[in-house]
């Protein structure tokens, strides 16, 4: 097995970066979900209340970020710490975050027709996992919606998609959003329900639990439209957990939480 896509999401719940390479650190792939948008009230927001989401392409290059969007002008602003510092909520967490300014909060809102405001999360906050699923005391994440990596096999996926009624499919993997994509365990799909160690490269990695699926699997990521109940309607028959519908695997980096990833490492499972 071996890696086939690595992706950073800079902005929970924006586009993705197709990475060929991907230094990692205890948040999870280099500027993974390190921000994301919020309401006037500090409460996360995502395409689940805000499908255009999808349409808005961040790229990071070292501390500037930019913004893309259709009709929209290009912004680069610089990213960091020193902003306005306030609590904000993603689920059940309460964190620290920093207001990167009014200029990409008005760009933001402009686009999407709601007043936002982008935060990043502050340098020294810690968000823990889960404890129930956690590897290790210290596991954290940034603003992901739970894990620190989201694994995805497209071995997996091509199984969904024979599944799927005619005019259905086939679906890209980005309608789930993981981070490292693989080619699968000899064509055997959610041979990675199995999986409890495995090693990706120069990193270890233990597998917490399957990743629930809310309803942004059914917004195609390049127009920012739901006009199907699919996938999820097909998954729910074959592929529940503790009646919550399942599709890729969460993990946590196990001994060293830093290392680099690379498109076509060896993909080996050390324990079952």
Same mark, same amino acid.
């Given at each position: 097995?071996? /890696? ?32 994301? $948008?919020? +309401? ?24 500037? $970020?930019?913004?893309? *969007? ?11 710490? %020193?902003?306005?510092?306030?609590? /904000?909520? /993603? ?7 920093? +207001? ?19 935060? %990043? ?17 210290? +596991? ?9 990596? $989201? ?6 996926? *091509? ?17 789930? %959003?993981?981070? #490292?994509?693989?080619?699968?365990? *000899? ?10 160690? #495995?090693?990706?490269?120069?990193? %270890? ?13 059914? #917004? ?40 680099? $990833? ?7 499972? +050390?324990?079952?």
């Amino acid at each position: 097995m071996k /890696v086939t896509d690595l992706i950073t999401y800079p902005i929970k719940s924006c586009k993705g970066t197709h990475l060929t390479h991907a230094p990692c650190n205890v948040r999870g792939i280099e500027h993974d979900r390190s921000m994301m $948008l919020v +309401d006037s009230d500090g409460l996360f927001l995502t395409q689940r209340v805000l499908p255009r989401m999808a349409l808005i392409s961040p790229t990071m290059f070292e501390d500037t $970020l930019t913004l893309n *969007a259709p009709d929209m002008q290009p912004l680069s602003i610089e990213v960091g710490d %020193r902003g306005q510092k306030y609590k /904000v909520v /993603v689920w059940r967490s309460t964190c620290e975050a920093v +207001d990167q300014g009014d200029v990409v909060a008005q760009w933001l809102s402009d686009f999407l027709g709601k007043a936002v405001r982008l935060v %990043r999360m502050a340098d020294g906050h810690v968000r823990s996992v889960n404890p129930e699923f956690a590897r290790h005391a210290n +596991d954290q994440v940034g603003f992901a919606d739970g894990y620190p990596y $989201l694994l995805g096999s497209e071995a997996s996926l *091509a199984d969904l998609n024979a599944r799927l009624p005619a005019g259905a499919g086939p679906l890209p993997m980005n309608r789930f %959003r993981p981070n #490292i994509v693989i080619d699968g365990e *000899a064509d055997q799909p959610y041979a990675e329900d199995t999986w409890k160690d #495995i090693r990706i490269g120069e990193m %270890r990695f233990g597998l917490t639990k399957p990743c629930v699926r809310c309803s942004v699997p059914t #917004i195609d990521q390049a127009t920012g439209i739901s006009t199907s109940t699919e996938p999820n309607t097909t998954l729910a028959k074959y592929r529940l957990w503790n009646n919550a519908i399942i599709f890729c695997q969460n993990l946590v980096a196990l001994g060293s939480q830093t290392g680099v $990833l690379r498109v076509g490492d060896a993909v080996e499972v +050390d324990s079952r």
